[in-house]
Structure formats: structure tokens, C-alpha cells
């Protein structure tokens, strides 16, 4: 037994070593994203931000933390909207939107604060949401758009891992996001 034991510290090591060298960032941390803090009321995706929104974009060589003036549309990845100013969506206040990040699917995910959910705008789409307890991903015909267009909503492709597009034979998640699917076609857009 005692002579596996320097053998097995040096797998150890070695096995270590490997599973560090897999992360292309570099270890455990994030890639540090360009983002810009608006400072003034903008459009942003068809979308009037607040003061205080943070519009994150893709990685890129040349730019990375916080800029000094915002980047290409083309390049954002994220908009975060400030506490106590959420965007109205769907009728439901949301923290942040965020591009699919498979590239191959163009969509956004929606990030609902539902604490901040007025009881009196409460509609038969904002409960199938609040059920789901997750993030709702929305597919979209015009990328270049993210706000509450329903011309522009192509269908909800997944609220929460239980209920997704995906799984095109199971008729319990389908028939779910269809209902979804309805019923954010009967809401208004303000």
C-alpha cells in the first residue's frame, strides 16, 4: 500500500493540473464583458432604458470592464435594468434580458421580478410565468428587437427546464407553452 501512495498523490496532481487547463478563461473566472452604464434615457433594442441600465456585450479583444460609451447593438448580450426601474414586460416588471446564447437561435430570455408584481396587473400569462419559478425563453423573427412586440414574438421556447420547445413529444410541455403562448398574445402592450 505504501508504495501506491506517492503514485497516487501524483496522479492527484496531475489530474488537477488537466481539469485547470480546460477552462479557456483561465481558471474559475468570468471573461470580463464590456459594459456600458447609460447615463442619460436611451433606445436600446427598440427598448427605452433608464439612467443606470447596464447594456453587457459579447466578449471582444479590444474592449473589456466598463466603457465610456456604449458599443454595436449588434454586440449586446445583456441588458440589466436598475432596481426600482425594472422594464415592463409582458405586463410583468423584469430585472434583465439576455441573448440566447446559442447563436443558431435567435431569442432572447426574460428575467421576471415578480415581487414587484402589483396584484392588480396580475393576468392568466403572468401566473403559467410565476409557475414555471424560472426564466422564460422567447424566440423572435427581428433580433434587432426586444421589446414587447408580440408582431415580433415567435413563440416561448422554454420556461424553466420543465417546460421547453425541445422536447417536441412530450405533449405536457407543448400543450403548456402553447397556453403560454396564448395568453401573451392577449396581453396588453402597456
Known sequence: MKIFKPFS?????????????MNPTGGNSAPNYPFFITTEPLMVKKIQVPVGTKLVYEESFFNEGKMEHKLSEEKLKTIEFPVGKELIWGGIPVKSIDKFFNSEMHGYTVTADFSKLNDD?????????????????????????????????????DCSVNNQRYFKDDMKQQSFLNEMYAELQKVNPK
Open 121 to 157: 396587473k396580475k393576468t392568466k400569462f403572468s401566473e403559467l410565468w410565476k409557475s414555471c419559478n424560472d426564466d422564460l425563453g422567447i424566440t423572435i423573427r427581428n433580433t434587432d428587437d426586444w421589446s414587447f412586440n408580440k408582431q415580433n414574438i415567435a413563440d416561448i421556447e
Open 9 to 21: 498523490f501524483l496522479l492527484t496532481i496531475l489530474l488537477t493540473g488537466c481539469v485547470g487547463n
